[in-house]
């Protein structure tokens, strides 16, 4: 089998990973009708898992990064399969949030390890397209997993979700061991190495960016579903499609934001990418009834908030290209914190506040994303002048 297929292998287990994380956006309203809970509680499905997998996938990557790759990849695989059965198996609430940690931290390990394995099998001068791809299988995720799970849980339970993630997960199980070559592990990278970087302001404030734009986003993603149905009053016949939508709008938006970067520059990609976040959040507490302003909203939504991604990776390596790696690894863990908090805060605007708020307070997170934005640039062109003005001395 060649290197690009094995890509495309590395690609499939992502997409398992993103559509076990997302999924539970998509058919929140029947977990929690079917475990007895309200909507805010069953929103901590998400910020639990989010927690595990920023806080234990760089202490668990620290810990086995002399490990064979493959072998890493296949025992981290077992775990997020062993993970997912027990969500398909075990009742309650309480034992459905274990397994949903098993599963951030089998999960957090795999994604990890497909990316630099990803990176090792690629040709000479392919290895950012291989990472590239090995992460569409997140976007793909939201475009195809979201949707295609909400009907499979309308046709046979939510909890038949996690049964096809389990049976897909063993089948990529064995193809990875009969395909994937051994590979050796990395020299392992202190964890007090890794958070040195933090103290650099530029860095800090970098991922501020990406955890008030994330967080913002999720607060109000997570309970789409509810959202739409109950306050926008789509029909529950459309909301597979909207879900879709929203991916397909993702996909466009990654790709859109990438090429922006490249062409009009990192800091009016991420100002214009905010704003509109923040416009279509707002004017989707307005669409009332009308499903061509819903679908409309939804989509300028999800373009604007994915174009930020890509460009906010971009970002993050050119503050410090000696150790992309390492912040490609700190910006991953604020992703899933942002996400966790988002999630938790969304819950309680959903239990005190009221379910139509939160397309506001995440417009609230995403400008003060756009304030760091701001401060970042100012902090770099005040570093700039003051290095020009060393060397002219």
Do not use: C
């Not at 072998?71 to 459905?96: D, M, Q, T």
């Not at 879900?243 to 090429?259: E, P, Q, Y």
């Amino acid at each position: 089998m060649g290197n690009t297929r094995k890509v495309y292998i590395l690609a499939l287990i992502s997409f398992l990973v993103g559509t076990s994380e997302y999924i539970i956006s998509g058919i929140l309203d029947r977990i929690a009708e079917s475990l007895g809970t309200s909507v805010a509680a069953a929103g901590q499905l998400i910020t639990v898992f989010s927690l595990a997998y920023a806080i234990g996938t760089p202490i668990l990557m620290a810990a086995t990064a002399n490990m064979d790759r493959k072998k890493l990849l296949l025992y981290s695989l077992g775990l997020f399969i062993a993970a997912n059965l027990l969500s398909f198996v075990l009742p309650g609430f309480g034992l459905f949030i274990a397994a949903r940690i098993l599963m951030a931290l089998g999960a957090g390990m795999v994604v990890v390890t497909a990316l630099s394995m990803a990176a090792a099998i690629a040709p000479p001068g392919k290895q950012a397209g291989s990472i590239a791809t090995v992460t569409m299988g997140f976007t793909a995720s939201l475009i195809i997993g979201v949707p295609l799970g909400r009907m499979v849980s309308d046709a046979f339970g939510w909890k038949a979700v996690f049964l096809a993630i389990a049976l897909i997960g063993v089948l990529a199980l064995l193809v990875i061991a009969a395909t994937i070559p051994r590979m050796k592990g990395d020299k392992p990278v202190p964890l007090l190495q890794q958070f040195a970087l933090l103290k650099r302001p530029q860095v800090a404030i970098a991922l501020a960016i990406t955890f008030f734009w994330l967080g913002g986003y999720s607060l109000a993603y997570t309970y789409i579903s509810p959202f739409l149905l109950e306050v926008s009053h789509l029909n529950e016949s459309l909301l597979s499609t909207a879900l879709l939508a929203f991916g397909i709008a993702s996909l466009i938006g990654s790709k859109a934001g990438g090429f922006s970067a490249d062409k009009r520059g990192v800091t009016f990609t991420l100002i214009s990418g905010m704003l509109l976040h923040i416009i279509s959040l707002i004017l989707l507490s307005f669409a009332g009834h009308s499903v061509a302003a819903i679908f409309a909203f939804l989509l300028l939504w999800s373009f604007a908030a994915w174009s930020t991604g890509p460009t906010q990776q971009f970002n993050l390596v050119s503050l410090a290209p000696e150790s992309a790696g390492v912040m490609l690894s700190l910006n991953q863990s604020t992703m899933q914190l942002s996400m966790a908090v988002g999630a938790a805060i969304g819950g309680l605007i959903v239990g005190h506040v009221s379910l139509a708020s939160i397309t506001w307070f995440g417009a609230l997170g995403v400008i003060i994303a756009v304030i760091a934005v701001l401060g970042l640039t100012g902090l770099t062109s005040r570093q700039s002048s003051m290095s020009a003005s060393d060397q002219a001395n």
